[in-house]
């Protein structure tokens, strides 16, 4: 039988991104590294480099991804830092 050991605060917390975030948290979240670049690179076509880019970034935020996809925010649609696409 499932336990819930989460709030629901907690689990809207983790559902997906906040409605805004500081600049600190973007560029600590979404800045790709050299590393990052080279994985992102092996990706076909740009909406796949751009959508791998996210969820790899969105990952690192959230430490899981967002199930609903309709669950965004400006602040998570944001690219920072160098292009994905190259």
């Known amino acids: 039988m499932p336990v819930r050991f989460l709030s629901d605060a907690q689990r809207e ?9 500081e600049p600190e948290s973007l560029d600590r979240f979404f800045t790709l590294s ?18 791998w880019s ?4 969105g990952l690192r935020m959230l430490g899981v991804l967002p199930r609903r996809r309709d669950h965004r925010s400006a602040a998570g649609s944001t690219v920072r830092g160098p292009s994905a696409g190259g």
Do not use: I, T
């Not at 080279?38 to 909406?47: C, I, K, L, S």
């Not at 996210?54 to 970034?57: A, G, H, I, K």
């Open 54 to 57: 996210l969820q790899l970034c």
């Open 13 to 21: 917390q983790l559902s997906g991104f906040p409605a805004e975030l």
């Open 34 to 51: 050299g590393p990052d670049l080279a994985e992102v690179r092996r990706r076909h076509g740009d909406e796949n480099r751009l959508g």
